[in-house]
């Protein structure tokens, strides 16, 4: 059974660096042909991607965000993180991560979601 | 505004059959059979519905599938019930820089 939660700081000021960390079981990131990728939902508003690492430290971004994302994993504790730099009001949204098998280059499972508010 | 196009809002009465449509471009939807569709109701996360544009996740409904045509893919849900009232998403894989755009979404309506 593959589950996903993410958590993190619900409020940042603007200017400032989000980190959101996944964290999952049912599947591992050592295991050739798995990935986790990031995707974010403004109130109201389209599903929008952002980041994906696979097994094999692959990672791509979004070429509109890329400047500003990292991603990394940690294999032993089951972890996928995301960093975001320079958070701006309009990046306020709900940040899930999701399950991501190479092989049909789609996003499986998802988590709950956390709510992330950019604010002063 | 999102990279796939879908109408903001479709309807139907329960029994009947809708369908929504995605239309996105040659460097995405029409280059690739990797067209998904997710559900998502109000306040939880998405469901993915379908993959490689026509198959079905375990446990998903056989009322619902899906079909592309050159640039442009279709969600179909049968036998509409008033459960399947949601946002409907479609996402196609773009290429090893760009992987995923998703369309702006449309909301079912279920009368």
């Known amino acids: 059974q593959i589950t996903l939660k993410e958590s993190g700081p619900t409020l940042v000021k603007p200017t400032q660096t989000l980190t959101l960390t996944c964290t999952f079981s049912g599947f591992s990131l050592s295991t050739s042909g798995v990935g986790v990728g990031w995707i974010r939902q403004p109130p109201g508003k389209a599903l929008e991607w952002l980041a994906l690492?696979?097994?094999?430290?692959?990672?791509r971004y979004s070429p509109s965000l890329k400047s500003r994302l990292t991603i990394t994993k940690d294999t032993s504790k089951n972890q996928v993180v995301l960093t975001m730099t320079n958070m701006d009001p309009v990046d306020t949204a709900t940040y899930y991560c999701?399950?991501?098998?190479?092989?049909?280059?789609?996003?499986?499972?998802w988590g709950q979601g956390t709510l992330v508010t950019v604010s002063s | 505004q999102s990279a796939l196009t879908q109408p903001a809002s479709v309807s139907g009465s329960p029994g009947q059959s809708i369908t929504i449509s995605c239309t996105g471009t040659s460097s995405d939807v029409g280059s690739y059979n990797l067209v998904s569709w997710y559900q998502q109701h109000p306040g939880k996360a998405p469901k993915l519905m379908i993959y490689?544009?026509?198959k079905r996740p375990s446990g998903v409904s056989n009322r619902f599938s899906g079909s592309k045509s050159g640039n442009t893919a279709s969600l179909t849900i049968s036998g509409l019930q008033a459960e399947d009232e949601a946002d409907y998403y479609c996402c196609s894989y773009a290429g090893s820089s760009t992987i995923w755009v998703f369309g702006g979404g449309t909301k079912l309506t279920v009368l």
């Open positions: 690492i696979y097994w094999d430290d692959d990672k």
């Open positions: 999701a399950h991501a098998p190479y092989d049909h280059l789609t996003l499986d499972y």
């Open positions: 490689e544009v026509s």
